[in-house]
């Protein structure tokens, strides 16, 4: 089967899409080979954190007759250092390969043009493929965003999940929440959480709800990590009636207390992470984040209520929304909306929602996009 260009990168894009939940903190990275007269010869990914990359995946089944004059489709730069796996730029620099194209530079300085480098420096060509083709370059950023904004930014890639009716409430007034959306999105919504590195949510939804917040797809087993906001640290009087504490390893359940009114230590079923206050007592979100941070945490999934949503929000942390949306009406003046506690003076405050997404799950559909 010939390919074009265009037609191979998209093919490495879906292809590393098969890596999600399994790879973090490593980028989603997809690999298509073509043969010299640009037939498909093979396809590979990043599959699970600590194993072999795409490109060594896609090749290694592939003689060296095949690999004469071939041309290499990556989305991410081919890495030049050597980590938990061999520089894939040095195996693929000993290789009768004619071209290498790949997506993005990565953003990571022990990789950055030094991947190219290497292949150059052994004969074989190089093309960034968002430089000749701008077009792809939102779908392959989207592709590796958490990995990207760690390393551009230093800091923890944040998404905010919400379930709601068509008129915009996320539930009663009387805390009852389940169920808006319907089973699909629910086993999406899963699968979502496994992509993160952890789950996100605020005191009321743990006191209302008692969540359980573990990976419930048929396809994903995962042990996930929980991150709880309980600023006075009230739960942890209850913690052996909650799910969470239940369920989860206690090393992988972060609860976020204020550094001013505890000085509770790491206790039997979880990390306290003490983090700063804000003036109306509230907890500061950067520091929390920063906090998360320096646990080894680069993305988090925010699913608490209004209020934890509307903080996120207001803070200007929130990367990516994915919006559930059911054909349903609740109604207001039972109801809780997740915008409850956004205000705006004026139109051009609005939030503006980047390169947004629909897909359908039913009757429901499932908007999202980029916030920063």
Same mark, same amino acid.
């Given at each position: 089967?010939?390919?074009?260009? %265009? ?10 899409? $098969? ?5 973090? &903190?490593?980028? *989603? ?22 194993? /072999? ?16 004059? !071939? ?9 030049? @250092? %050597?980590?938990?796996? &061999? ?5 693929? !620099?000993?290789? /009768? =390969? ?28 190089? #093309?960034?493929?968002?430089?000749? @083709? ?6 392959? %950023? ?40 319907? %089973? ?26 008692? &969540? ?5 797809? /048929? ?24 799910? =969470? ?13 204020? !550094? ?9 079923? !979880? ?14 979100? #950067?520091? *929390? ?5 320096? @646990? ?10 209004? *209020?934890?949503?509307?903080?996120? *929000? $207001? ?11 059911? /054909? ?45």
């Amino acid at each position: 089967m010939k390919l074009f260009p %265009e037609q191979a990168m998209k093919m490495a894009i879906q292809e590393a899409y $098969k890596g999600a939940t399994r790879v973090s &903190p490593n980028p *989603l990275v997809g690999a298509v080979v073509l043969d010299a007269e640009g037939n498909f010869l093979a396809s590979g990914h990043h599959e699970f954190y600590g194993g /072999p990359h795409a490109e060594v995946n896609a090749l290694k089944n592939l003689s060296i007759e095949q690999l004469r004059g !071939a041309t290499v489709y990556v989305t991410l730069e081919p890495c030049a @250092h %050597e980590g938990k796996t &061999p520089s894939c730029a040095k195996m693929m !620099a000993k290789l /009768p =390969i004619k071209k290498v194209v790949f997506g993005l530079v990565d953003p990571n300085p022990l990789v950055a043009g030094q991947g190219a480098a290497i292949l150059q420096a052994a004969g074989i060509e190089t #093309e960034v493929f968002s430089d000749a @083709h701008p077009e792809f370059k939102n779908e392959l %950023e989207e592709v590796c965003e958490a990995f990207l904004w760690n390393f551009r930014e230093k800091k923890v890639f944040v998404s905010l999940k919400i379930a709601q009716s068509l008129d915009g409430q996320v539930g009663l007034k009387t805390g009852e929440s389940k169920w808006i959306t319907n %089973e699909k999105s629910r086993e999406y919504a899963h699968y979502l959480r496994a992509c993160y590195d952890a789950t996100l949510v605020g005191r009321g939804t743990v006191q209302h709800d008692n &969540p359980s917040l573990n990976i419930r797809h /048929p396809e994903i087993q995962k042990d996930n990590r929980v991150v709880v906001i309980d600023p006075s640290g009230t739960l942890l009087h209850e913690a052996s009636q909650l799910q =969470i504490t239940r369920l989860h390893k206690p090393e992988n359940i972060f609860w976020c207390v204020s !550094a001013v009114k505890n000085s509770s230590r790491d206790l039997p079923f !979880a990390k306290i992470v003490k983090v700063q206050e804000n003036a109306d007592g509230s907890l500061n979100l #950067e520091d *929390l984040l920063q906090n998360l941070w320096n @646990h080894g945490l680069r993305s988090v999934m925010v699913e608490g209520g209004p *209020l934890t949503a509307a903080n996120f *929000l $207001k803070a200007g942390l929130v990367n990516r929304l994915y919006i559930f949306t059911a /054909p349903v009406v609740v109604g207001a003046q039972g109801g809780r909306s997740w915008t409850e506690g956004i205000s705006i003076g004026e139109m051009r405050e609005r939030l503006q929602v980047k390169n947004p997404q629909t897909l359908s799950f039913g009757a429901d559909i499932l908007t999202t996009g980029r916030l920063a």
